[in-house]
């Protein structure tokens, strides 16, 4: 079974930066596409970014494309996410979320393991 655990979350004011991480565990880990979801009050959950196995190709909703970055570290067994340029719209929970043997996918559905998920406050 693939364990994830999410951080970083906070308040911070429009303009500025936060750094998501989310340690894993799980021999499969390395298996794993990985990806960043976020849900907002009385929304559906919505795709956010997306990291290859191996971690040579990401993936980004428009909405984050050149704000956000996710990266992973296979050594250490945590993905994470950067963000920059947070805007009120991005206040949200950010949910990690893991789908083993497979490819990224942007549907939520689709992942197998999911974190318990952080809170991301922006205020203007």
């Known amino acids: 079974q693939v364990q994830l655990v999410e951080s970083g979350g906070g308040l911070v004011q429009a303009g500025g930066s936060l750094r998501l991480s989310c340690a894993t565990s799980?021999?499969?880990?390395?298996?794993?596409?990985m990806g960043w979801f976020r849900q907002a009050p009385g929304k559906e959950r919505e795709f956010v970014a997306a990291?290859?196995?191996?971690?040579?190709?990401?993936y980004y909703a428009d909405s984050v494309k050149g704000r956000f970055t996710i990266s992973r570290d296979n050594a250490k067994n945590t993905v994470y996410l950067q963000m920059n340029s947070l805007k009120p719209e991005d206040t949200a929970v950010y949910y990690c979320a893991a789908r083993t043997w497979r490819s990224y996918s942007t549907r939520a559905s689709e992942y197998d393991y999911w974190g318990q998920g952080t809170q991301v406050t922006v205020s203007s």
């Open positions: 990291i290859s196995r191996s971690g040579g190709s990401t």
């Open positions: 799980g021999r499969t880990f390395s298996s794993a596409a």
